[in-house]
């Protein structure tokens, strides 16, 4: 199926016409002559958020996350022109932590999810002193623990992609 349309190109004069063909653009023609206005749609690269807590209602940090309403975020974010993303996961149990990280795992390994380019965690172990901590709650604040990290990793990467290891051991 063939779909056209009229954009503009950020950085490129003029107005073109765009023909997609099976999701993909296959042509951009100039068009001469031809005035946009503001209705005229622009034509850029995708969007990436480097910090997404959820939406559609869902909360990447809440229990009870399900690997269908992580694909289910990847498919609006990417009709939305977001086409890389990081779930964030914000201060909170070990447990859901680890939980959500797994979660968003399968999400990608199952191919639904592919959109997502790494985990954002934040919160956990920044200072509980009032003021440094933002909204982070005080109870799930708590000092670096390399044991837990290391937990947190093997939910999240698979062993080839290991970057740099925590010997938990040496603490």
């Known amino acids: 199926m063939v779909f056209e349309n009229i954009c503009r190109i950020p950085g490129i004069s003029g107005t073109f016409e765009v023909?997609?063909?099976n999701g993909r653009i296959e042509n951009l023609i100039p068009i001469r002559n031809k005035d946009h206005d503001a209705e005229?749609?622009?034509?850029?690269?995708?969007l990436f958020d480097i910090q997404f807590n959820g939406m559609l209602g869902y909360d990447l940090s809440a229990e009870g996350l399900t690997v269908d309403q992580v694909i289910e975020i990847n498919s609006a974010l990417e009709r939305r022109g977001i086409l890389r993303w990081c779930?964030?996961?914000c201060s909170q149990t070990s447990e859901i932590v680890e939980q959500n990280l797994s979660i968003i795992r399968e999400a990608i390994d199952g191919g639904l999810a592919a959109n997502i380019h790494c985990i954002h965690l934040e919160g956990h172990y920044i200072s509980s002193e009032e003021g440094y901590r933002g909204v982070h709650l005080p109870r799930f604040i708590r000092d670096p623990d390399p044991k837990e990290f290391d937990r947190w990793s093997r939910s999240f990467l698979t062993s080839d992609q290991w970057l740099c290891h925590i010997d938990s051991q040496t603490t």
């Open 87 to 89: 779930p964030t996961i």
């Open 40 to 46: 005229t749609l622009m034509l850029t690269s995708g």
């Open 19 to 21: 023909r997609f063909k």
